[in-house]
T-cell receptor, first 113, second 111 residues
Framework: KAGVTQTPRYLIKTRGQQVTLSCSPISGHRSVSWYQQTPGQGLQFLFEYFSETQRNKGNFPGRFSGRQFSNSRSEMNVSTLELGDSALYLC????????????FGPGTRLTVL | SQQGEEDPQALSIQEGENATMNCSYKTSINNLQWYRQNSGRGLVHLILIRSNEREKHSGRLRVTLDTSKKSSSLLITASRAADTASYFCATDGLGDYKLSFGAGTTVTVRA
């Protein structure tokens, strides 16, 4: 089975722009989670989707949003980018209910200038 | 904010030695997992221990869990250069559909 894929792998944006990151989970996985990783704050949970429904959201401003499609692929969007949004954004998938191990993608490295 | 802390923040050992790192967490958990990350890439799941378990082994890994102290430890025996990575503990709360990660321990294994 192919692993979790994330596109793009690297992205450079300027302050005020918006960005959309994409995640394709492992085939058959219905749960997708997003995490932000920075040197200062570490790994922080953004949101989790299961069958197109957001089940939990982390403590991030409304500029951060996401969605999941019927094929379980997920996107996250950050509007009005700030310098502090520079981070590695990680997507993880798992089959769904009753499963705990998460399978992570390689991440998207976002740099905001 | 993160669920817990890891100790030490960094560890440097000689190949063949054992590496031990600790994790503390704050709230009740469903299970605790350990992940490895190489050079800012994706995380790889290593091992999961449930809240009703006290010790678990997987290959060269040994994990303990003390729910009364809200702490866990990961032991890597007979370390190899390929074990050089950052190690994170992550707790899975009761029905909150997310992992809460510790700050991580960076392990360097010297040849």
């Amino acid at each position: 089975k192919a692993g979790v894929t994330q596109t793009p792998r690297y992205l450079i944006k300027t302050r005020g722009q918006q960005v959309t990151l994409s995640c394709s989970p492992i085939s058959g996985h219905r749960s997708v989670s997003w995490y932000q990783q920075t040197p200062g704050q570490g790994l922080q949970f953004l949101f989790e989707y299961f069958s197109e429904t957001q089940r939990n959201k982390g403590n991030f401003p409304g500029r951060f949003s996401g969605r999941q499609f019927s094929n379980s692929r997920s996107e996250m969007n950050v509007s009005t980018l700030e310098l502090g949004d520079s981070a590695l954004y990680l997507c993880a998938s798992k089959p769904g209910q009753g499963y705990h191990e998460q399978f992570f993608g390689p991440g998207t490295r976002l740099t905001v200038l | 904010s993160q669920q817990g802390e890891e100790d030490p923040q960094a560890l440097s050992i000689q190949e063949g030695e054992n590496a031990t790192m600790n994790c503390s967490y704050k709230t009740s958990i469903n299970n605790l997992q350990w992940y490895r990350q190489n050079s800012g890439r994706g995380l790889v799941h290593l091992i999961l221990i449930r809240s009703n378990e006290r010790e678990k082994h997987s290959g060269r890994l040994r994990v303990t869990l003390d729910t009364s102290k809200k702490s866990s430890s990961l032991l890597i025996t007979a370390s190899r250069a390929a074990d050089t990575a950052s190690y994170f503990c992550a707790t899975d709360g009761l029905g909150d559909y997310k992992l809460s990660f510790g700050a991580g321990t960076t392990v360097t294994v010297r040849a």
